[in-house]
């Protein structure tokens, strides 16, 4: 991708030497986390009412 | 009554994963749509044309606009830290890389990030080949580029600070379910004044 040639470096150019990582440009992170714990959370609540729900009417029957 | 409190929990449950797929809606799409989208990887770069000894245009990077996503953001100076690895990072601003060149008109691969937010590079992933980037100078100059490829890659590839050639400028903003991928978008110069 940054295949260019070399040489004729300008006067404006630096080297970057010791650059370990890229910037984490990451959005927001706390929306996600909690939209996800949510819907774990929902899911976990309402699978096991229900699960309840059919075992009471089983056991009924 | 027992029932009752069972259909209460039911809702509740209910209630929690529709308040989180609407939390996360944003998110959960923009993610589909990237899945769903062809990537378009870069040409080579930089075979063509000759590098100029001397910049004869150059200058502090101010502003950037592309105006074909709506983007139009200051810029502010990055810096990075050897010690902790870490880049200096605004919420509303881009950020442009100081130990990469100033843009010019000469040679090298200007370095300019941000944060994918709606304030700053949210748009940024709907960029296409092609599309323009103007880059205005504290010193006055302007700087139109124009897209030439995208990547994505891992936060440990550090190869556009390695670039030599004539100028280019690269855009970056994260992408993936949890931003664990950095989107590069190159551009090549196309008029520097």
Known sequence: MYGGKGGGAASVATTAAGVAVLPNTGGNHFLLVASIVSIVTGGVVLLSSVARLVAKQAYKA | MKNQKLRFYASLGFFLILAGLLLGSSHFIKYWQQKNSQPVFAQSIGSANAVPAKATVSGFPAHISIPGVDISVDIDPGYYNKASQQ???????????????????????????????????????????GDQAIVTTTNHHTFVYQMTGQRDTKPTDTSLFTYKGPPILTLQTCSGFWYQNRSLFVFKLVKAA
């Open chain 2, 87 to 129: 880049w200096s990072l605004s919420l509303t601003k881009a950020e442009y890389a100081t130990i990469t060149p100033l843009p010019n008109d000469a040679s090298g691969n200007t370095f300019i990030y941000g944060h994918n937010r709606w304030d700053v590079f949210y748009k940024l992933l709907k960029v296409q080949n």
